[in-house]
T-cell receptor, first 114, second 117 residues
């Protein structure tokens, strides 16, 4: 079975400060890892993904994430937060197979204060 | 490029009634998913189609939920009869095959919010 844990329900940061949203995963095999963002009353939007290769991946809106295989983590980061980054963030894992299903964490609400 | 279309956006029914949700994925996307998102939780997979075949429906409550994907394009998710605990947002998503291999991210519709009274 595969699972995702997002240990923080809420992350608060001041605008201009760096932000980190944590994610750890469990999967039997090689993972595909994803981050999605959800704004109120909207569907999820893709931010970035790790498939293979460089452990640091860059995505939309200045976000990046670092894959750490030994710690089974895939934390989302941004060097300088914006108020508009305030939203609900989901981490997801898929098994490295053609038809693997995506399993999501329960989400972390990011609030960036001016 | 048009996104994933879902309807209706909102539906209120009483328990034991039935409801159906419709999804049109992004053109050319072979894989279609239905997720259930209960308030405060992450999306939970109900069923996954690849073309018009079912890949995974292990979490679909088959005594009350059914889904089909005719001709490998549009899909319909039905609940009959509905229970109070079915109140949730039902998200449809699609993804594409690249060279026959599904490495891609999911593209989500805006969801259908169901309230069961």
């Amino acid at each position: 079975a595969q699972s995702v844990a997002q240990p923080e329900d809420q992350v608060n940061v001041a605008e201009g400060n760096p932000l980190t949203v944590k994610c750890t995963y469990s999967v039997s095999g090689n993972p595909y890892l994803f981050w999605y963002v959800q704004y109120p009353n909207r569907g999820l939007q893709f931010l970035l993904k790790y498939i293979t290769g460089d452990n640091l991946v860059k995505g939309s809106y200045g976000f990046e994430a670092e894959f750490n295989k030994s710690q089974t983590s895939f934390h989302l980061k941004k060097p300088s937060a914006l108020v508009s980054d305030s939203a609900l963030y989901f981490c997801a894992v898929r098994l490295y197979t053609n038809a693997g299903k995506s399993t999501f964490g329960d989400g972390t609400t990011l609030t960036v204060k001016p | 490029e048009a996104g994933v279309a879902q309807s209706p956006r909102y539906k209120i029914i009483e328990k034991r009634q039935s409801v159906a949700f419709w999804c049109n994925p992004i053109s050319g996307h072979a894989t279609l998913y239905w997720y259930q998102q209960i308030l405060g939780q992450g999306p939970k997979l109900l069923i996954q189609f690849q073309n018009n075949g079912v890949v995974d429906d292990s979490q679909l409550p088959k005594d009350r939920f059914s889904a089909e994907r005719l001709k490998g394009v549009d899909s319909t998710l039905k609940i009959q009869p509905a229970k109070l605990e079915d109140s949730a947002v039902y998200l449809c998503a699609s993804s594409q095959l690249g060279g026959g291999w599904n490495t891609g991210e999911l593209f989500f519709g805006e969801g259908s919010r169901l309230t069961v009274l």
